[in-house]
């Protein structure tokens, strides 16, 4: 009876989710509980959306904003925010990509590496960082325009005439920026990442991953942005390969689940992700913390006995870096904890 009674009031709350479509035609430059909400979701509600790209140009080239390094404005602008009802301090947001496509034929990168993932002398001198004035933002000669087939579902850069290379990459879109409202009265740009989110530049944040943030307010107040069609581990070129993305994802409330960072899972992972701004902290700090997130997942969802969890990490751990001098995620195979009698929230 009482099994019966659950079923019925779960079918009941699927009945009851909305699907809402929004399209802002504004950005916010910040992650903050002090904006007003874009829409207002029900735990269990999915959105459609749309978002620019780190420069504020949108799926039809149409740029928003002027100049998007120039104060007052910043980079990588956000859709949001999202207001969940039910939603409050000491609860766990749990986003569920449903979709996260590239909807234009064209992004761009930077155009070389940053010196700073490099021994010192490897480039300079030997590499200029120009590829061709005004090809991207006027004054800028250091950003190179991609092509984006998405017929192919393939992405290349536009070298210059006269190279000899040329390359294609499948697209594998993700979303650079997500996150909910920092701690208390603390706005953040979307410039940094940290235990909110925020701009993660995690390239599994993608369609089908499913991504749980720590709610710090009433409503959470959640916000995407900062697609890229691809991105190599680290973040490489400083950017992934810069676009504007259809989305589609869909909110659910966990009460009393405390997190102390952002927490992904996909068919094959469970992933903890050590998420702080880049030059702040050391990776090997990210490293660890990530590893105590992961050991607190195993021993309290997945009711692992200590000595288990402690065997499985050193023996089948797997590391990746978000981005260099940031971001590190700890992860271990769904295919080790089959079999295990899972407590979900």
Known sequence: MVRAIFFFALAALRLAAETHEVY?????????????????????????TRT???GGADWQGVKHIEHPYKY??????????????????????????????????TGYTAYRLSPGILNPGTIEGLYKNFYKMDALRPGRADLIPWDIDLERNVTSPRLLEG?????????????????????????????????????????????GATV??????????????????????????????ETSLDVQFTVRVIKGQRLSMPRLENDTHIVSIAS?????SSMDQAVRNANSDLLAWLTGEWR??????????????EHKIGTYFGTMTASVRKQYLRGRERKKP
């Open 304 to 317: 692992l006995t200590q000595p288990e969890a402690h065997l499985l990490l050193g023996a089948a751990v």
């Open 163 to 207: 190279s000899g290379f040329k390359f294609e990459l499948p697209l594998r879109p993700m979303l650079g920026c997500i996150g909910v409202a920092p701690l208390g009265e603390k706005v953040e740009t979307s410039g940094p990442s940290g235990n909110h989110g925020g701009n993660i530049d995690y390239n599994d944040i993608v369609e």
């Open 72 to 105: 007052p404005e910043s980079g990588n602008p956000l859709m949001g925010p999202f207001y969940i009802e039910g939603a409050d301090y000491g609860d766990a947001l749990e986003v569920h990509l449903d979709r996260v496509r590239c909807n234009r034929k």
């Open 276 to 280: 702080q701004p880049e030059f702040v």
């Open 212 to 241: 749980y943030f720590p709610v710090f307010h009433e409503g959470a107040f959640f916000y995407v942005g900062d697609g890229h069609a691809v991105q190599g581990d680290g973040e490489g070129l400083g950017n992934g390969v």
């Open 24 to 48: 802002p035609n504004h950005h916010s430059r910040v992650f903050s509980a002090f904006k007003e909400p874009v829409a207002r979701l029900k735990s269990g509600d999915t959105v459609k």
């Open 52 to 54: 620019w790209d780190s």
